[in-house]
Nanobody
Framework: VQLQASGGGLVQAGGSLRLSCAAS????????LGWFRQAPGKEREFVAA????????YYADAVRGRFTISRNNAESTVYLQMNSLKPEDTAVYYC???????????????????WGQGTLVTVSS
């Protein structure tokens, strides 16, 4: 499985960005696709996940209400719409695919088998 993330960039606080992640090599229409981020000097953290083909979506408290995860299973693509961005959202954002994840594992990076290369999001104040 290959994951290719794109859409990062520089944006002012309060602005929006839309990240995309295209998957290839395996059908992931029934699997969990997630977004994580890692800021300089910090551990990788959960942002959002679309569980088991989109049955449910989950968000970190820090982004709930501002970010929206969506997916197009026909095109094997997952998106992260980020609105009302804050400087603390600055990080490298990674998409990931988890196979047969149980619900309690959606926030755990170690449970995801495949990772994209990351795309940098910088939010200026």
């Amino acid at each position: 499985v290959q994951l290719q993330a794109s859409g990062g960039g520089l944006v002012q606080a309060g602005g929006s960005l839309r990240l995309s992640c295209a998957a290839s090599g395996r059908t992931l229409s029934r699997e969990t696709l997630g977004w994580f981020r890692q800021a300089p000097g910090k551990e990788r953290e959960f942002v959002a996940a679309s569980w088991r083909g989109g049955a449910n979506n989950y968000y970190a408290d820090a982004v709930r209400g501002r970010f929206t995860i969506s997916r197009n299973n026909a095109e094997s693509t997952v998106y992260l719409q980020m609105n009302s961005l804050k400087p603390e959202d600055t990080a490298v954002y990674y998409c990931a695919a988890g196979l047969s994840l149980i619900l309690s594992s959606v926030r755990a990076p170690a449970r995801y088998s495949y990772w994209g290369q990351g795309t940098l999001v910088t939010v200026s104040s």
